[in-house]
């Protein structure tokens, strides 16, 4: 199946995703198969689980501006990659067309981390719980 950059990701493609993490299984076998649009709508969607889960299960839930701060500083990651373009283009993400593979890694580094808020969200698959 080809890609097109402005394919959305859609209810299956979020499905599979959900699913894959249910099961315990890393997102980098998945994040090929994926343009930086949907690699972008990826951590918007992960964000809106983890303030979603976060509200029905926890006492002070987390907002989305929490969310955000458990990610790498803006300002850090763009002078470790040595970009040539303006940092406001990281910060407001207009580079996802002009660098898409510097985009990539932000976005992958943000999906981290989602990933990690999500587990105590996610029942543990088989029994064994993992500590972290």
């Known amino acids: 199946m080809l890609k097109s950059p402005r394919d ?3 209810l299956i493609i979020r499905a599979n ?4 993490l249910l099961e315990g299984q890393s997102l980098e076998a ?4 994926l343009t930086v649009y949907q690699l972008q709508e990826l951590r918007d969607f992960l964000q809106e689980e983890v303030v979603y889960l976060s509200g029905l299960k926890d006492d002070s839930p987390l907002t989305i501006a929490d969310v955000k701060e458990r990610f790498e500083p803006i300002p850090n990651y763009y002078y ?4 040539r373009e303006p940092l406001d283009s990281c910060y407001n993400e207009t580079c996802l ?3 898409p593979i510097c985009f990539s890694k932000k976005m992958k580094g943000q999906l ?6 999500l587990q105590p969200y996610l029942p543990v698959k088989g029994g064994d719980e993992q500590s972290g």
Do not use: F, M
């Open 80 to 83: 470790r990659q040595d970009c």
């Open 17 to 20: 995703i959900l699913k894959t």
């Open 112 to 117: 981290s981390e989602l990933v990690q808020l």
């Open 97 to 99: 067309t002009s660098n």
């Open 30 to 33: 998945v994040y090929p198969r």
């Open 8 to 10: 959305s990701l859609n």
